[in-house]
Antibody, heavy 122, light 111 residues
Framework: EVRLLESGGGLVQPGGSLRLSCATSGFTFNAYAIHWVRQAPGKGLEFVSSISSNGVTTNYANSVKGRFTISRDNSKNTLYLQMGSLRAEDMALYYC???????????????WGHGTMVTVSS | QSALTQPPSASGSPGQSVTISCTGTSSDVGEFNYVSWYQQHPGKAPKLLIYEVNKRPSGVPDRFSGSKSDNTASLTVSGLQAEDEADYYCSSYAGINNFVLFGGGTKLTVL
């Protein structure tokens, strides 16, 4: 069974940092691009970041560019999101999601984790 | 305000068909055939229904279909069932400056 499991969320003060992880299993991790998508409480979905299968290509939403860094460890089948200079508007449930196209970008997400909640508050 | 525009709500009776629209611009929906649709039940992660405008992942019933015309994409749900009641989101690739844009979501009610 294909699984993605996020962790690392929690309460952080404005301006603080947090690192999210997404542990995967059940598929060939290094054959897929992976994305982060977030959802603020009661709100819609927002693309955050993505990384190619080999980690060479990374993409960021304008709202997080320069503050967040996506990375992956293909030896551990794990994706990361290093979040810095956190703001109130970053508070959301963060999902990792697999790229449906595998090596090819289709910009669609076919398998999702259950999400990890990031709360930004003093 | 979301980048792609969806109606906030839609409804239909069991067995009927409902179409949800998703309006973008010539820089996203109109330019790329990378439109996707997701279903999200309360408290659950989104589920991919349609990708690349009209492709269905394995396991998605053919009651769900997608299309696109100019800057507007559409999701049609045929033969409505009670379990189709959920929020539906569209998304589109929007180029290297914006990557992926989502619609604000449409709450589908099965009457």
């Amino acid at each position: 069974e294909v699984r993605l499991l996020e962790s690392g969320g929690g309460l952080v003060q404005p301006g603080g940092s947090l690192r999210l992880s997404c542990a995967t299993s059940g598929f060939t991790f290094n054959a897929y691009a992976i994305h982060w998508v977030r959802q603020a409480p009661g709100k819609g979905l927002e693309f955050v970041s993505s990384i190619s299968s080999n980690g060479v290509t990374t993409n960021y939403a304008n709202s997080v560019k320069g503050r967040f860094t996506i990375s992956r460890d293909n030896s551990k089948n794990t994706l990361y999101l290093q979040m810095g200079s956190l703001r109130a508007e970053d508070m959301a449930l963060y999902y990792c999601a697999r790229e449906v196209g595998g090596l090819r970008w289709s910009w669609a997400f076919d398998v999702w984790g259950h999400g990890t909640m990031v709360t930004v508050s003093s | 305000q979301s980048a792609l525009t969806q109606p906030p709500s839609a409804s239909g009776s069991p067995g009927q068909s409902v179409t949800i629209s998703c309006t973008g611009t010539s820089s996203d929906v109109g330019e790329f055939n990378y439109v996707s649709w997701y279903q999200q039940h309360p408290g659950k992660a989104p589920k991919l229904l349609i990708y690349e405008v009209n492709k269905r992942p394995s396991g998605v019933p053919d009651r769900f279909s997608g299309s696109k015309s100019d800057n507007t994409a559409s999701l049609t749900v045929s033969g409505l069932q009670a379990e189709d009641e959920a929020d539906y989101y569209c998304s589109s690739y929007a180029g290297i400056n914006n990557f992926v844009l989502f619609g604000g979501g449409t709450k589908l009610t099965v009457l």
